[in-house]
Nanobody
């Protein structure tokens, strides 16, 4: 069982920045592929970004490419999502996710194994 705890959400004006953090339990963090998803009101949960277990490969949704950066530090069991140039349409609950069985690439289209509880990001216009 992997426990994931997000932090760093909040209210920001359009054009601003936020940095989300995800802390993971367990000693095998360096074997976990990690990712971020989001769910806006009335919409389905969608893929945002993913990073492979050693941080070599990253993947982004087209809507955030060039604005968001995913990163991780395996020594700290932590992953981040740096969000710049935020837009009102980025408003959503952001979820940290972990895949222990397949790959970061697969997280773009298949549900991961574990989810965090979510953190709210609100971007005002």
């Amino acid at each position: 069982q992997v426990q994931l705890v997000e932090s760093g959400g909040g209210l920001v004006q359009a054009g601003g920045s936020l940095r989300l953090s995800c802390a993971a339990s367990g000693r095998a963090f360096s074997t976990y592929h990690m990712g971020w998803f989001r769910q806006a009101p009335g919409k389905e949960r969608e893929f945002v970004a993913a990073i492979s277990n050693l941080g070599v490969s990253t993947y982004y949704a087209e809507s955030v490419k060039g604005r968001f950066t995913i990163s991780r530090d395996n020594a700290k069991n932590t992953m981040w999502l740096q969000m710049n140039s935020l837009k009102p349409e980025d408003t959503a609950v952001y979820y940290c996710a972990c895949d222990v069985s397949t790959s970061a690439r697969t997280m773009r289209t298949s549900p991961p194994d574990y989810w965090g509880q979510g953190t709210q990001v609100t971007v005002s216009s």
